[in-house]
């Protein structure tokens, strides 16, 4: 017992001598160096809104979207009617980049109003199904 004693006291020293005697720690460097990477945007392929259209309809999207050109009036996600006032809220390129980016990366942007509920599995589609997916959302 005495022995446990012992050790917990000279480990309580040790922290308490420890504490505080390098003063003030900062969090932050003194200075950055080198330069900083520009963002970059990949360069959307050309995409077929026909091909978009049924991609549209066949992955579920009418369920939730409210979309004219698809005759569709979902509430659950954003009206898709709205697609370039919400690019221009957003901040986050030109309107075909926004579409893409909400389609691969649902939660890059989430419209005021609306859950964070879109399925993250778009992502997923090939590169083609994309383009023709925001070919068709842009078209007007």
């Known amino acids: 017992m005495r022995v446990a004693v012992a050790v917990l006291a000279g480990a309580s020293a040790l922290l308490v001598?420890?504490?505080?005697s390098q003063?003030?720690?900062?969090?932050t460097a003194n200075g950055v160096s080198g330069t900083l990477a520009q963002p970059t945007t990949?360069?959307?392929a050309k995409g077929d809104?026909?091909?978009?259209?049924?991609?549209?309809?066949s992955e579920g999207c009418t369920g939730c979207h409210t979309y004219g050109p698809a005759g569709s009036h979902g509430t659950i996600g954003p009206?898709?009617?709205?697609l370039a006032q919400y690019a221009k809220q957003a901040n986050q390129g030109t309107l075909p980049q926004f579409v893409a980016q909400s389609i691969t990366t649902p939660g890059a942007y989430i419209q005021?109003?609306?859950?964070?509920?879109?399925?993250?599995?778009y992502g997923n589609l090939p590169a083609k199904q994309i383009a023709d997916l925001v070919a068709f959302l842009t078209q007007k």
């Open 112 to 121: 005021s109003g609306y859950q964070n509920v879109m399925p993250t599995t």
């Open 23 to 27: 003063g003030i720690v900062l969090p």
């Open 17 to 20: 001598a420890g504490c505080g």
């Open 49 to 57: 809104p026909a091909a978009g259209k049924k991609l549209f309809t």
């Open 42 to 44: 990949t360069p959307l």
């Open 79 to 82: 009206d898709l009617d709205k």
